[in-house]
Nanobody, 124 residues
C-alpha cells in the first residue's frame, strides 16, 4: 500500500512558476514509476509527465515539454513537478500517481495509487 500526498499548488499569474511535490509513504517508493496527471473542469484526466524508478527516464505530454520538469528523490520518497512559463490552459487539479508494472505510463488506468490532488490556477 502506498499513500500519496500532493502539495505546492496555488494561484499564479501567467508566465509564473510553481513546484508541486508528492510525498509517498512506505519503503517501496523506488519500486514505482511515478506520474503526474491533471484534470480541468469538464475534461478528462490528462497525462502530464512520468519518471522511471531510477529517475533516468522521463516522458512528457507535448503541451508541457520545455516548460515542466519531473524529477524524484528516492531518499525522500518524493516526486516533484517543476512548472515554469505557466499558461492559463495549465489550470487544473494535478494528481500524482504510482505505477508498479509500467506498461503504459501515459495511461491513467495503469496506475495503482493516486493522491488527492492539488489545485493549480493560472490567471491571465
Amino acid at each position: 500500500q502506498v499513500q500519496l500526498v500532493e502539495s505546492g499548488g496555488g494561484l499564479v499569474q501567467a508566465g509564473g512558476s510553481l513546484r508541486l511535490s508528492c510525498a509517498a509513504s512506505g519503503r517501496t517508493f523506488r519500486s514505482y514509476t511515478m506520474g503526474w496527471f491533471r484534470q480541468a473542469p469538464g475534461k478528462e484526466r490528462e497525462f502530464v509527465a512520468a519518471i522511471s524508478r531510477s529517475g533516468g527516464s522521463t516522458d512528457y505530454v507535448d503541451s508541457v515539454k520545455g516548460r515542466f520538469t519531473i524529477f524524484r528523490d528516492n531518499a525522500k520518497n518524493t516526486v516533484y513537478l517543476q512548472m515554469n512559463s505557466l499558461k492559463p490552459e495549465d489550470t487544473a487539479v494535478y494528481y500524482c500517481a504510482a505505477d508498479l508494472v509500467s506498461y503504459s505510463v501515459r495511461t491513467a488506468g495503469e496506475y495503482d495509487y493516486w493522491g488527492q490532488g492539488t489545485q493549480v490556477t493560472v490567471s491571465s
